[in-house]
């Protein structure tokens, strides 16, 4: 029995040969193995090539996209009415997604070209300008969604008041043009207390001559009639001093022009003259950058969405009207300085109440 065990380890040591004082140095050696157990494993793992990484993602992602077709496919057969909310939603939400992507690429190359607001190009500049006003939208919805179980709510009011919640990216496209046709509506009732107001700003001007051209554009303007540039330029001076210039301006008719410009009058006569004068001016930097760039580049939603901004109705009037406006109120605009906010506010009605082709 000992010799036999004697020899099944000299077999399992090296086999039936090997030496004892072999045997021996083999089970001194510090840190070594046995070769029973086989030959040494390596220390370095073996991994999948990256092309089969690639591979089983792109199958995984093709597989998904597969599962989601037949998912949409099932709900528009089935729910055909929630299936176009769901899809108005999950289009909505992938384009206010590419929307921040793109907005953070441009505040990137601002912070990398150490550029300022103004002198980006204008497709950038009206980029940024939009996005900051919807991201204040969701802002106000994601306040209200804080109290527990308190999303439920919203989305039932999202569904109920799309107007008041939602951005443009979740209206359908018969909404944006009757959320559109409200918003003018509001802002044009607003127009006749503005005009009054400059009626009773008339007899305060020292000059007479102002006070006669003042009088007579007031008159054309009120009876229908669109005024030209030339009508309008004349008059630059009386509101760069009292009681036209922005900051004499009465609370009435800051709130009048507040409407005008689609912001909200329900706030204090400082925050109301602030918002203001920031709407102005970033209106003013628009228009420079656009004169830079050449309405012929522009494409007809971004011609139509450029007059819309400024005040005109051009939701229902043709392409080659809204150009002709647009390059009037360049021509307007390119004659004024920063300092000619009050002006500019104003032209916003005067210039736009009356063009030919808008609804009255």
Request: charge should be positive.
């Given at each position: 029995?000992?010799?036999?065990?004697?020899?099944?380890?000299?077999?399992?040591?090296g086999?039936?040969?090997?030496?004892?004082?072999?045997?021996?140095?083999?089970?001194?050696?510090?840190?070594?193995?046995?070769?029973a157990?086989?030959?040494?494993?390596?220390?370095?793992?073996?991994?999948?090539?990256k092309?089969?990484?690639?591979?089983?993602?792109?199958?995984?992602?093709?597989?998904?996209?597969?599962?989601?077709?037949?998912?949409?496919?099932?709900?528009e057969?089935?729910?055909?009415?929630?299936y176009?909310?769901?899809?108005?939603?999950?289009?909505?939400?992938?384009?206010?997604?590419a929307?921040?992507?793109?907005?953070?690429?441009?505040?990137t190359?601002?912070?990398?070209?150490?550029?300022?607001?103004?002198?980006?190009?204008?497709?950038?500049?009206?980029?940024?300008?939009?996005?900051?006003?919807?991201?204040?939208k969701?802002?106000?919805?994601?306040?209200?969604?804080?109290?527990?179980?308190?999303?439920?709510?919203?989305?039932?009011?999202?569904?109920?008041?799309?107007?008041?919640?939602?951005?443009?990216?979740?209206?359908?496209?018969?909404?944006?043009?009757?959320?559109?046709?409200?918003?003018?509506?509001?802002?044009?009732?607003?127009?006749?207390?503005?005009?009054?107001?400059?009626?009773?700003?008339?007899?305060?001007?020292?000059?007479?001559?102002?006070q006669?051209?003042?009088?007579?554009?007031?008159?054309?303007?009120?009876?229908?009639?669109?005024?030209?540039?030339?009508?309008?330029?004349?008059?630059?001076?009386?509101?760069?001093?009292?009681?036209?210039?922005?900051?004499?301006?009465?609370?009435?008719?800051?709130?009048?022009?507040?409407?005008?410009?689609?912001?909200?009058?329900?706030?204090?006569?400082?925050?109301?003259?602030?918002?203001?004068?920031?709407?102005?001016?970033?209106?003013?930097?628009?228009?420079?950058?656009?004169?830079?760039?050449?309405?012929?580049?522009?494409?007809?939603?971004?011609?139509?969405?450029?007059?819309y901004?400024?005040?005109?109705?051009?939701?229902?009037?043709?392409?080659?009207?809204?150009?002709?406006?647009?390059?009037?109120?360049?021509?307007?605009?390119?004659?004024?300085?920063?300092?000619?906010?009050?002006?500019?506010?104003?032209?916003?009605?005067?210039?736009?109440?009356?063009?030919?082709?808008?609804?009255?």
């Amino acid at each position: 029995m000992a010799l036999s065990r004697v020899y099944w380890r000299r077999v399992s040591l090296g086999g039936a040969g090997a030496p004892p004082g072999h045997l021996l140095s083999l089970r001194l050696q510090p840190g070594r193995r046995s070769p029973a157990w086989g030959p040494p494993r390596s220390s370095r793992l073996h991994l999948s090539p990256k092309g089969d990484v690639k591979s089983l993602v792109s199958s995984f992602v093709a597989k998904t996209k597969v599962v989601n077709e037949k998912y949409n496919r099932f709900l528009e057969r089935r729910f055909p009415r929630f299936y176009a909310v769901y899809s108005l939603f999950f289009k909505g939400f992938q384009m206010l997604l590419a929307d921040a992507k793109k907005a953070r690429r441009i505040k990137t190359f601002m912070n990398q070209k150490k550029l300022m607001y103004h002198q980006l190009s204008y497709r950038d500049m009206e980029h940024l300008r939009q996005f900051r006003r919807d991201v204040a939208k969701c802002f106000f919805l994601g306040i209200i969604s804080i109290p527990p179980f308190a999303n439920y709510l919203v989305f039932l009011l999202m569904y109920l008041y799309p107007r008041q919640l939602l951005i443009h990216h979740f209206w359908t496209s018969k909404q944006q043009l009757e959320f559109l046709d409200i918003y003018h509506a509001r802002r044009k009732q607003s127009h006749p207390e503005i005009l009054d107001c400059l009626e009773r700003a008339i007899p305060l001007l020292s000059n007479a001559a102002l006070q006669r051209h003042f009088t007579s554009l007031c008159t054309k303007v009120q009876k229908g009639a669109h005024p030209s540039v030339g009508d309008l330029l004349p008059l630059k001076k009386c509101f760069s001093v009292y009681p036209l210039d922005m900051s004499h301006l009465s609370t009435p008719h800051v709130k009048a022009l507040s409407r005008a410009m689609l912001l909200t009058p329900h706030l204090p006569s400082v925050l109301l003259r602030y918002r203001l004068n920031k709407h102005t001016t970033v209106l003013h930097q628009l228009d420079k950058a656009l004169k830079r760039l050449g309405i012929g580049q522009l494409t007809a939603q971004e011609v139509k969405s450029a007059c819309y901004l400024r005040g005109l109705d051009s939701t229902h009037l043709p392409e080659d009207w809204c150009r002709i406006w647009l390059a009037e109120w360049l021509q307007f605009s390119s004659s004024l300085t920063d300092a000619d906010v009050s002006f500019l506010l104003h032209a916003v009605v005067l210039f736009s109440t009356n063009f030919p082709g808008t609804r009255h």
